[in-house]
């Protein structure tokens, strides 16, 4: 996604107070040690030779990184997107569940 922010301030406007994003993303520590398993290297290459290129290819190329950690998420979601509440609802050991409540 070339503006993650610009998305989430989309989303949050179309959302009712109190309303809920709910977000998926691949299972990622926020250190490199964390993701030195094999479904971590597998993120790691997908989102280096899909993710990060066309996120650059954009417009405002925010490319977050070849994982887009949780830490680095909340950042975003709450601190430039806006939204009032930011939690991890789930987890599996492919995917994080994330909630953020306007």
Same mark, same amino acid.
């Given at each position: 996604? &070339?503006?993650? #922010? &610009?998305? %989430?301030? *989309? $989303?949050?406007?179309?959302?009712?107070? @109190? @309303?809920? %994003?709910?977000? #998926?993303?691949?299972?990622? @520590?926020?250190?490199?040690?964390? !993701?030195? !398993?094999?479904? &971590? +290297?597998?993120?790691?290459?997908? =989102?280096?030779?899909?993710?990060? $290129?066309? =996120? %650059?290819?954009?417009?405002? /190329?925010?490319? %977050? /990184?070849?994982?887009?950690?949780?830490? +680095?998420? +909340?950042? $975003? $979601?709450?601190?430039?997107? @806006?939204? &009032? =509440?930011?939690?991890?609802?789930?987890? *599996?050991? =492919? !995917?994080?569940?994330?909630?953020?409540?306007?």
């Amino acid at each position: 996604m &070339g503006d993650p #922010v &610009g998305a %989430l301030k *989309t $989303i949050k406007a179309a959302l009712k107070p @109190g @309303g809920t %994003l709910m977000i #998926v993303e691949p299972m990622a @520590g926020d250190s490199l040690a964390e !993701n030195l !398993n094999p479904v &971590g +290297r597998m993120f790691y290459s997908a =989102s280096t030779m899909v993710c990060v $290129i066309t =996120s %650059l290819a954009q417009e405002t /190329g925010a490319a %977050l /990184g070849a994982q887009a950690v949780e830490k +680095r998420l +909340r950042e $975003i $979601i709450v601190d430039e997107a @806006g939204f &009032g =509440s930011f939690r991890r609802a789930a987890e *599996t050991p =492919s !995917n994080l569940i994330l909630e953020a409540k306007v």
